[in-house]
């Protein structure tokens, strides 16, 4: 149980450090998706229109097309008439050509005839009982009619790489006519338990075992952050075991979480297992909860080992490794942590020498530490997120000005 | 072409009789799902715990199992000396008894041992070569240990109706044993397009056609707002195509919304088929853009005519359909349209007599308008929400401050 912890580091340099090994290790990667099934994905390519649109002078107003010219100098009292020579609904097309003293009935939507270059709206005219109509006023030159390509020409940029696809950006590539995208991918993130205590739900708890929760729980906060995420099992915390595991396991996915149970033999185990399969970059991090975190890298992919108590999980994984996973995801090339301020409602001691990082509830302005001690899951019930103690700092008085971490 | 609106509603008054339709037609429902997949889903009842947690008492670390009495009066020049009778790891159990004078090596998360109350951290123990321990300093009764129940007790409310499951709620409901969990099941929402002008995304586009939008892209603000959404195709606007279209929809879905392609035919077509089945609420909306919005109700289920045009269609989805739908997926109850204050950058006019929603891109406190016809699909690329321009207001100047109502 001696567990050496030669490559501790303060909560900053763990954060640096930890983003820099995503970026260098784990590159995005994309995924052609249909646009129909693209709500909350993040576009990995800047795309460009590959038509027109309006894809033919469109009539805006239900009308008749008409050479503008046709229209000068009519009134009410002086209308001037033309003769109807054929009728367009939208979707349809005809063989037909307006020229002078003839016009072309048409609905909103439809292709302009050829020749005609304006619409004189339907109420502006007078339609006679011998296939004539009477113009009532003067129409402007192209006037209710969108030209070809006046909303999006051929060949511009319409999106960008990057771009959150929400339901109007989605319908600008569908009236481009994509039916799949670039989207990046999810990232693939495996988790894995430990300890020989935890049983899964549905087996009958035997005396001193307790359920998993951090398997499915850090599972469905990778979900939480982009990831395609799944619990990977649990494994018995001895050597062939852990290494057998993770090996396995990283065939499968670019990032692997570890908890243990509430032991802390994992932390040791996985420790020599990095040590021979790569390289520990992180081994405890100074912050309460959560010293016992270690992370390393196995052939450019991750293993993080989070705390086995679920609250000490949950935290750490929130603010270390849920960055740099979103950013991955490409939901946020500047994605941080969300944060709201308030005021604490009580005064909190913390130990000198080391973050700490305190469980809050947040009511409005109102910032309720949550005092449990940190086995206490039910705390997660409340829980909106964390308040960071520095260091130096001793404690937080009542009424004192903070920052909160909130959880997803 | 003629078609009269009976029914023009107001706005406020259309938000309120949609909601309303919303509330008496369609109930809630639930569905059964696993905790391991339940992120972002909302709770459908109150969970009460299953089993006291810890499930036994609890060592909080690494040391003896002792009867406190037995540390009484220990110190480092006067240790008390236990013979050690057992070890247990997290997870195990023994038959073997703590008694006075005897103790059992424990690691945290253990069960503690029949007998044995507190436990004495490693650190404040000698072990001795002989099966013997050293005491050094006097242990509280119950000093580090997690008294069964302590965290949660069986039978106590832990959840409840209306709560979204985050990560850390997942993780109380774990620790439980849920395997499953009853949720809000997803409103079942159908969209149709109509229009003899559009064809689908992969066909060759013929001249005077357009792709579909609305049909895939309300389909996805749909399942903005967390409802299971469906694009259930294209339909010609003749009468009897529709009403066949909707009978047959209506028995897969609750709620359905259908659009126009640019013409104005739909709505015509659908207020007859509506009064013929069911009955028509609202016919027109005094708003500029989406006067020809349309709701009724067939048997208990509701038919929501949206414009054809798709920025159109898109506001009036989210100002009058996002709010009910989230609230029928038991997102929020007090669920309101999320709105961001800012000023509007260039000035803008709005016509008399009618409320008008204004297109707009946020950029920090910048309000800027966008201004292109009502049908340019383009603007849907930066389009993040709309200013309301109340009827009675003739224009919204530079720098006035204003609500903006975000997109999905």
Redesign the interface.
């Known amino acids: ?1 001696g567990t050496e912890f030669l490559k501790i580091k303060e909560c900053d340099e763990a954060i640096d450090i930890i983003q820099k090994l995503f970026d260098d290790n784990i590159k995005p990667q994309s995924e052609e998706i249909d ?2 099934e ?3 994905r993040i576009l990995y390519e800047d795309v460009y229109s590959r ?1 027109d ?4 002078n ?1 009539a ?1 107003k ?1 009308g008749f097309a008409i050479l503008s010219e046709d229209s000068f100098g009519a009134s009410e009292e002086s209308p001037n008439t033309l003769e109807i020579i054929d009728f367009l ?5 005809t063989d037909k050509k307006v020229e002078k003293g003839k016009c072309i009935e048409i ?5 302009m005839p050829e020749g005609a270059e304006s619409v004189i709206m ?1 109420e502006y005219c007078e339609k006679l009982d011998d296939g004539k109509v009477n113009l009532l006023t003067t129409a402007t030159p192209s006037q209710d009619v ?1 030209k070809k390509g006046s ?2 020409e051929e060949g511009k940029l ?2 960008k790489k990057g771009d959150f696809l ?7 590539l ?6 799949t995208i670039e989207v990046y991918k999810k990232p693939s993130v495996g988790v894995i338990s430990s ?4 049983m899964m ?2 087996e009958e ?1 035997s ?15 990778a ?2 952050c982009g990831a395609n995420a799944k ?1 990977l099992g649990i494994m018995r915390d001895n050597y062939d075991e852990v290494k057998e595991k993770i090996t396995e396991s990283l065939n499968e996915v670019d990032v692997l979480l570890c908890s243990g ?5 994992l932390g040791d185990v996985l420790k020599h297992v990095l040590d021979e399969l790569g390289e520990v970059y992180i081994h405890g991090i100074s912050v309460q909860p959560g010293k016992p975190t270690i992370v390393g890298v196995i052939d450019e992919k991750l293993v993080i080992g989070l705390p ?1 108590n ?1 609250v000490s999980a ?1 935290m750490i994984f929130n603010a270390f490794v849920a960055q740099p996973l979103t950013k991955l995801a490409g939901i946020d090339k500047d994605f941080e942590l969300k944060t709201v301020k308030g005021k604490m409602t009580r005064r909190i001691h913390s130990p000198v020498g080391r973050m700490q990082y305190q469980l809050v509830k947040v009511n409005g302005e109102d910032v309720q530490p949550i005092f ?2 940190s ?4 705390s ?2 409340s ?1 909106d997120g964390y308040v960071k103690v520095p260091k130096s700092v001793e404690l937080l008085d009542e009424g004192e000005k903070v920052e909160v971490y909130l ?2």
């Open positions: 149980m646009v129909s693209a709500y909350g038509m649109f309006p894809p033919f469109k805006l239900d609904e939208a979707g349809s097309t609905s909103t939507g439809a292709a339907v969108a909303d999006i319409i999106l929400n339901p109007g950006k989605i319908g600008v569908l009236s481009q006519g994509f039916e300890g020989n205590e935890i739900q549905g708890l005396y001193g075992k307790i359920y998993d929760v951090n398997g499915n729980m850090i599972k469905n906060d979900v939480s619990f149970g509430t032991s802390a033999g086995g679920p949950l449990k001690d086995g206490a899951i039910f997660l019930s829980a959880f997803n």
